[in-house]
């Protein structure tokens, strides 16, 4: 799966993700108008009126978990936790986010 800085802000602005979006804002304590990648952080950008701000995050894999981690202080937020779901390998590019999953399906 690749994630792109333009896919990514199409989502979070998407009506069916707003409360994904609100926990991400409350997680990281401002409203973000976007969403900037560089590599290795994700940056979340606020524009306060004259100025814009940027919050400076990154993701972390567990393996079948995704978190959002503030690199200041190490606090994370949850986004995706499924044991059904393995995180084989998560990559933060110069202007995307790469994520290689797999998953098994049982049939009953």
Sequence with gaps: ???TKDNINKTLFN?????????????????FQSIEINIKSIYFVEFTGLSYKKSN??????KSSLSLV??????KLLI???KNI?????????NYIKIELTSKIIFN
């Design 1 to 3: 799966m690749r994630l």
């Design 15 to 31: 009506k069916k993700w707003k409360n994904l979006k609100t926990l991400i804002e409350s997680f990281i304590l401002i409203s």
């Design 57 to 62: 995050y990154t993701l972390r894999k567990g």
């Design 70 to 75: 503030d690199i200041i202080n190490q606090d």
């Design 80 to 82: 995706l936790n499924d």
């Design 86 to 94: 393995i995180i084989k390998n998560l990559f933060i590019c110069d």
